[in-house]
C-alpha cells in the first residue's frame, strides 16, 4: 500500500514539473519586464561609484508611482543622438536637476548650484594620485523643462551626459540646445539601488545627503 502511494506521489509530481517550470519562467519574465532587472556597467562615466562590469539591480516599478529624483541614479533609453550605434541604447547617470530647477555652474567654490543651493558632490572621480575631476569643464545656467532631467556622470570627464550635449548642441536657440541635453522622464528605465556584483563591492545605491537641502524649484 505504502508503495503504491510513493508510486502515484512520483507521478504526480512529474506530471505537475512542466507546469511548476512554466510558471517559475512565467514568473521569471514578468518580473524582469516589468518589476527588477540587471545591468552591468560597460563604461567609466559613473567610476568610482560604478565600475567597468559591476553589476546593478534596476527597480524598474518605482517610477511608475513618483518621478526621479535629485541624486538617484537611474536607467534610460539614451536619446538617439546620444547613442553610438546600439539602438536602443541604456545609459546610467545620475540625477542632477529635475523640472524646473536652475541648474548653475559655479559658485566660488567651484560647486553647482540648484535653485540657489550650492551642491557638494563627495562621489565625483578622483584619480589615484587625489586629482579630482572638475564638477563641469565650462560655466552654464540653465533651467531643466518641463517633463525632463539634467543628468550627470559621477566621472565627468568621461561622460557622455547633459553637459556634453550642451555643449556641442548646433541648436539655435536655448530651448533646441535644452532638448539637446536633456532626457525625458519617459525615457528612464528605472533606478539602481544596489551593486550586488562583484561581492566586494556589494553596496546601496542611496541618495547622498547633500541632496536634502536644495529647495524646490518653485521656492527658490
Known amino acids: 500500500m505504502i508503495d503504491e502511494q510513493t508510486e502515484k506521489r512520483r507521478g504526480s509530481f512529474w506530471r505537475e514539473l512542466p507546469i511548476l517550470l512554466g510558471v517559475a519562467i512565467l514568473v521569471a519574465v514578468l518580473v524582469r519586464a516589468f518589476v527588477l532587472q540587471t545591468f552591468y556597467i560597460p563604461s567609466p562615466s559613473m567610476e568610482h561609484t560604478l565600475n567597468v562590469w559591476d553589476r546593478v539591480l ?3 516599478l518605482v517610477y511608475d508611482f ?4 535629485r541624486g538617484e541614479i537611474i536607467v534610460f533609453k539614451a536619446p538617439t543622438d546620444w547613442q553610438s550605434g546600439a539602438e536602443g541604447e541604456d545609459f546610467i547617470k ?14 566660488p567654490q567651484n560647486r553647482l ?7 557638494d558632490e563627495p562621489y565625483i572621480y578622483t584619480d589615484a594620485d587625489g586629482t579630482r575631476n572638475q564638477v563641469a569643464d565650462e560655466k552654464f545656467d540653465i533651467t531643466v523643462p518641463a517633463g525632463r532631467l539634467w543628468v550627470m556622470g559621477d566621472h565627468r570627464e568621461a561622460s557622455g551626459d547633459s553637459l556634453e550635449h550642451y555643449e556641442q548642441s548646433t541648436a539655435a536657440d536655448e530651448a533646441g540646445k535644452l532638448a539637446d541635453s536633456t532626457i525625458t522622464i ?10 550586488f556584483w562583484p561581492a566586494g563591492r556589494a553596496t546601496w545605491l542611496t541618495v547622498p545627503d547633500t541632496y536634502r537641502d536644495i529647495p524646490d524649484a518653485a521656492a527658490r
Do not use: E
Open 66 to 69: 513618483r518621478d526621479p529624483r
Open 186 to 195: 519617459d525615457s528612464v528605465v528605472g533606478r539602481a539601488f544596489t551593486i
Open 113 to 119: 548650484v540648484i535653485n540657489g543651493h550650492s551642491l
Open 58 to 60: 534596476v527597480n524598474k
Open 94 to 107: 545620475r540625477v542632477i536637476g529635475t523640472p524646473g530647477d536652475h541648474v548653475v555652474c559655479c559658485d
